[in-house]
């Protein structure tokens, strides 16, 4: 069965708003929900993770329960003012959370915007990331009518850099200084910058 992508609504209103749920290729996003105990320690683990932590330093570290919380509820005041949209990646047969995918700095007048994942310890080496990435892009072309996705790494994140380019996200060149170091607030480093365009053919295969 190919993925779905939510309804073909025409109205005003922010697609968010729909609480779409893509599916497909194994896995179901779904917004998260800030008042879920579940979708508050999954969040939590996610931030803490080591492995997030070496490549991704937010503005705001997430350290507890409750600083998890209030994150998520930043993320769905986002997502309800048209800005972003964060998915909370899900098994599609169990349910488990697998880790998150996030729509992010949406500029609809330039049809624009960035995307960021990060999947839990236990998911890893299942091509979750990479299927996930496939279902939010497509998601954000046709149901948001966007028509360029960017995504950047640290430099030095294989990991990443092999995920944007399965889901052809095309290596576009290194911005210095881009990004946070690891942990740290007052120093950068540099970082690739990956771009897909809603006219670019779509990855035939996961």
């Not at 294989?158 to 946070?180: L, N, P, Q, W």
Request: aromatic share 8%; hydrophobic share 40%.
């Amino acid at each position: 069965m190919p993925p779905t992508y939510g309804d073909d609504r025409s109205t005003t209103a922010p697609a968010f708003l729909h609480a779409p749920e893509p599916h497909g290729h194994g896995l179901r996003l779904r917004p998260w929900d800030a008042d879920s105990g579940a979708d508050v320690e999954a969040w939590l683990r996610g931030n803490q993770d080591p492995e997030f932590r070496r490549w991704n330093t937010p503005l705001r570290l997430v350290t507890d329960l409750d600083g998890a919380r209030e994150s998520l509820r930043v993320r769905v005041r986002a997502a309800a003012e048209g800005r972003s949209v964060s998915f909370r990646v899900m098994d599609a047969e169990s349910g488990t959370t697998l880790g998150h995918i996030g729509v992010n700095e949406i500029n609809r007048a330039l049809k624009a915007a960035r995307v960021g994942y990060w999947v839990l310890p236990e998911a890893r080496g299942r091509h979750v990331a990479t299927r996930a990435l496939l279902l939010a892009a497509r998601w954000a072309f046709t149901d948001l009518g966007l028509h360029r996705l960017e995504l950047d790494h640290a430099v030095g994140h294989d990991v990443s850099c092999r995920i944007a380019e399965r889901c052809g996200f095309a290596y576009e060149g290194t911005m210095r200084g881009a990004v946070f170091e690891a942990g740290r607030h007052d120093e950068f480093r540099d970082a690739h910058l990956h771009a897909r365009l809603a006219t670019d053919p779509e990855p035939a295969k996961v």
